[in-house]
Nanobody, 115 residues
Framework: QVQFVESGGGLVQPGGSLRLSCAAS????????MGWYRQAPGKQRELVAS???????DYKDSVKGRFTISRDNAKRTMYLQVNSLKPEDTAVYYC?????????WGQGTQVTVSS
């Protein structure tokens, strides 16, 4: 059984930065392709960044150049550095493997971008 716990969200002004963390239980973290997802009010959950077991990364076009995904397998933790935040980045951010497993969804961490 794997559990993910997200943290690091908060209220920031436009242009601000945050570092989100996803702590995983279970030794299989290192063999999972992982993703950061977000869900804004009234919208479907979407994948914003992904990282393979080998460290290859990919991003949703709207966050390229602003978000950076990384992982530390020894710490069973994945990160999302989010810079130059915009109001449209406001959402609850979640982590899960790729493809997702429904029972692995955690509580998420709220990111609110507002002046």
């Amino acid at each position: 059984q794997v559990q993910f716990v997200e943290s690091g969200g908060g209220l920031v002004q436009p242009g601000g930065s945050l570092r989100l963390s996803c702590a995983a239980s279970g030794s299989i973290f290192a063999i999972m392709d992982m993703g950061w997802y977000r869900q804004a009010p009234g919208k479907q959950r979407e994948l914003v960044a992904s990282i393979t077991t080998r460290g290859n990364t990919d991003y949703k076009d709207s966050v390229k150049g602003r978000f950076t995904i990384s992982r530390d397998n020894a710490k069973r933790t994945m990160y999302l550095q989010v810079n130059s935040l915009k109001p449209e980045d406001t959402a609850v951010y979640y982590c899960n493997k790729i493809p997702t497993i429904p029972r692995y969804w955690g509580q998420g961490t709220q990111v609110t971008v507002s002046s």
